[in-house]
T-cell receptor, first 111, second 114 residues
Framework: SQKIEQNSEALNIQEGKTATLTCNYT??????LQWYRQDPGRGPVFLLL?????KEKRKERLKVTFDTTLKQSLFHITASQPADSATYLC??????????FGIGTKLQVIP | NAGVTQTPKFQVLKTGQSMTLQCAQD?????MSWYRQDPGMGLRLIHY???????DQGEVPNGYNVSRSTTEDFPLRLLSAAPSQTSVYFC?????????????FGSGTRLTVV
């Protein structure tokens, strides 16, 4: 069955450093990969989408890579700030309406 | 522009009771869906709709019912609440039915069934 793995443990990082979050998947061939941010008590907020034929996507301080051979996506936040502290979800989208979410990685940026 | 609005924000039900979770969007999105989120598990799709009058089941549809009479509204009905339905429910919408657009989520309904 399809499986998405994100670091289940929290990631603590010092302010100003680059945070790197990992999303691995198995038994899946997604056409798109999405990243969301979720704050406590709130709904997820869409951040970035990358297509299977794209290696890298950037948006301001965010960078996403997508390696379909390794079946992995990396999500980078450069110059991290305490306001970046949240849970980050990856979601894989294959065919028609097949969007599967990971459980998320909690990021804590320490001042 | 309110985005996706969910009501109520919190609800406590007794086992066997029924209720409707409301979801409305003002972005003219064709695609709408309901997810539940439980600790240690990713968001799981309950039901979805690709347009008014069209609905389909997701991964965990049992115990839930939906209808879509307008583009704007997509209510989720719990037919006979069970403790296993204690969860946080999110409504999400998207511009079109393909996965090439991200979802806009509501703020969620936290449901407790006792």
């Amino acid at each position: 069955s399809q499986k998405i793995e994100q670091n289940s443990e929290a990631l603590n990082i010092q302010e100003g450093k680059t945070a790197t979050l990992t999303c691995n998947y198995t038994n899946y061939s997604p056409a798109y990969l999405q990243w969301y941010r979720q704050d406590p008590g709130r709904g997820p907020v869409f951040l970035l989408l990358i297509r299977e034929n794209e290696k890298e996507k950037r948006k301001e301080r965010l960078k996403v890579t997508f390696d379909t051979t390794l079946k992995q996506s990396l999500f980078h936040i450069t110059a991290s700030q305490p306001a970046d502290s949240a849970t980050y979800l990856c979601a894989l989208a294959g065919g028609y309406q097949k969007v599967t979410f990971g459980i998320g990685t909690k990021l804590q940026v320490i001042p | 522009n309110a985005g996706v609005t969910q009501t109520p924000k919190f609800q406590v039900l007794k086992t066997g009771q029924s209720m409707t979770l409301q979801c409305a969007q003002d972005m003219n999105h064709e695609y709408m869906s309901w997810y539940r989120q439980d600790p240690g598990m990713g968001l799981r799709l309950i039901h979805y709709s690709v347009g008014a009058g069209i609905t389909d089941q997701g991964e965990v549809p049992n115990g839930y019912n939906v209808s879509r009479s307008t583009t704007e509204d997509f209510p989720l009905r719990l037919l006979s609440a069970a403790p296993s339905q204690t969860s946080v429910y999110f409504c999400a919408s998207s511009y079109n039915t393909g996965p090439s657009y991200g979802y806009t989520f509501g703020s969620g309904t936290r449901l407790t069934v006792v």
